[in-house]
């Protein structure tokens, strides 16, 4: 693959992120009944740093959790490798509650939809929204984010990469040539 720009560094995802924070806290009229909830897997730190925004401008900490949509994936039988199963680990109660379902990059929203499938196992929530880093279009469910850090508008023939510290050691988002 061929690098071919650098869509967010650093401080463009911290700034992305602050201001996703606010949105949440605006649209929802304060914290109340949110709970976090990060797609495996750089989804989870995602949603860790948001839950720190939040309790930095709100002072309340959020519960959070960590889902693995690995079974509920549509593509298990075209992908004829071993799927490897991740925690989920969601302690708090949704019930009734609004779940931020936090995940990177938006693109097809067959993810999306299988992590809707995986939460509503664990409970009824009152209302799902959706925040990603990146939304990159070329959606084949009509499935749309809340929040957005950064929409870039890419050709399938580009691939959308996100690193983060928490997991590779740095923070940025490149675009490659495929």
């Not at 948001?50 to 002072?59: A, F, P, V």
């Not at 949509?69 to 799927?83: A, F, G, K, N």
């Not at 939304?135 to 850090?149: C, K, M, Q, S, T």
């Amino acid at each position: 693959m061929k690098s071919k720009a650098t869509v967010l560094d650093d401080a463009a995802i911290r700034r992305a992120l602050t201001r996703i924070s606010h949105e949440i806290i605006e649209r929802n009229k304060g914290v109340e009944d949110l709970v976090l909830v990060g797609v495996k897997t750089r989804g989870v730190p995602i949603a860790q740093r948001l839950k720190k925004r939040i309790q930095e401008i709100e002072g309340v900490e959020l519960p959070e959790g960590e889902l693995d949509i690995t079974l509920y994936r549509d593509d298990l039988t075209t992908d004829h490798s071993e799927p490897e199963i991740k925690e989920t680990n969601i302690t708090a109660d949704i019930d009734g509650k609004k779940v931020i379902l936090v995940d990177d990059v938006l693109y097809t929203g067959r993810t999306v939809r299988a992590a809707m499938d995986a939460l509503i196992d664990h409970g009824r929530p009152s209302q799902i929204q959706l925040a990603v880093l990146v939304d990159r279009g070329h959606r084949e469910l009509p499935i749309r984010a809340d929040f957005v850090g950064k929409n870039v508008p890419t050709s399938q023939d580009e691939i959308i990469t996100v690193t983060l510290a928490e997991t590779d050691e740095a923070d940025q988002v490149m675009i490659y040539e495929k």
